[in-house]
């Protein structure tokens, strides 16, 4: 590993930036999400209290970033990386069990069972099972790397399907997020990219999945319902209930116009656009700040990962680039779905934008991922780094690899 040298400042600025921004936007329109859901549901919900959640979500991320940044060596995270996805998947598992039980502390919302829920608190068992991935992929594929056993039958993709498929078959068909199948898989495709799986391999695991998921898709009532809202409205067919959300979310980014209606004046936050302050809070910014708003927003996300793209090109330890690779397609997937669900580029599915969306989980576990890339671009070379294809064996050999260990 380099010297220790200076963080990359510009990843550090940018994602204190979007937290500080999902704030605003929460403080501005906290108080309708509050209003609708105690006219609609009669709960009792202060003026406040979104504001208050995002302000403590916001510190618990703070937390969890800087804890990966500054205090745990990402050395340590490497060598628990098979029981830490060990223990993603078991607990995965158990919230789909005791969903089929119907336990008190699992919570459940428009049928689908995605949290464990204690007291006030709820919990996401998939965001684990997100950076849990990513820990243990990149562990895994620097160590085939080393071993020349990419694109093994045996030693390669038997231990990588089983995985993979375990992991997205607990999210996507267990708990119903296709969502968050996504992120899995942009992961997964993203790391095997950069470990020059061969070609062929590689479009054959691609196709194979797309298949998988387009069926997936086609089974679910549910899911189709939403595949034909998004054809009737790029078509442009006549609205019904089954295109309110996306016809509201494209109002609201047409009502902000330029520069926007301002903060406080959204008319959608008020009830009329689904999951305001989640999922659909990428169009609430297009109405309160504009054509303006939207395009620095992007902008900043833009930067941000392109200084992953960055301090990967220089990361000389294959575990550490895996490891910034599989975290830049995490938040790269998120940012991208969201955005075009908001647009009617693609049909609308429950992903949230990163350090934006309200929420607790989601944001905790992608701030601590991001904390350690912000880590490891403190071991960068000057120039980037020409990483070879050994996938058709035999080990690679260079300063850097004959400098570290990896553990079995």
Known sequence: MNRKHKSDLVILFTT????????????AIGPMRANVLNTTYGTDYGPNDF???????????????????????????????????????????????????????????LGECRWFQFGGTSFQPAEVLKIALVVYLADFLARKREEGKIGDFKEFWIPLIVVCGLSLGLV??????????????????????VAKVPKWQYLLMLVIVLVTAVGSVAMSSHRM??????????????????????????????TGGFAGVGIGNSVQATGYLPESINDSVFAIMGETFGFVGLFLVIGVFCIMLLRMLKVASHTPDDNNRFLIIGVFSWTLAQVVVNIMAMTS????????????????????FIAFAIGLVLQLSCYTSREGIKHENISSGGRQRGSYHSSRRRHS
Request: hydrophobic share 55%; with cysteine.
């Open 16 to 27: 204190l930036g979007l937290m500080a921004l999902g704030l605003i936007v929460i403080y």
């Open 51 to 109: 504001f208050l959640g995002q302000l403590r979500s916001v510190g618990l991320s703070l937390a969890a970033f800087f804890l990966a940044f500054k205090l745990i060596p990402y050395k340590y995270i490497q060598k628990i990386a098979k029981p830490l996805l060990i223990f993603a998947i078991i607990l995965s598992a158990l919230l789909w069990i005791l969903s089929l039980g119907g336990s008190s502390i699992v919570k459940c919302e």
């Open 172 to 193: 996507v068909v267990a708990q119903g997020d296709l969502g968050t199948g996504v992120a899995l898989m942009a992961i997964i495709f993203g790391m095997l990219l």
């Open 225 to 254: 319902e939403r595949v034909n809202a998004w054809i009737t409205t790029l078509t442009g067919g006549e609205s019904t209930d089954s295109t309110y959300h996306i016809d509201n979310a494209m109002l609201a980014i047409g």
């Open 345 to 364: 580029l693609v049909p609308v599915t429950g992903i949230t934008l990163p350090l934006l969306s309200y929420g607790g989980t989601s944001m905790i």
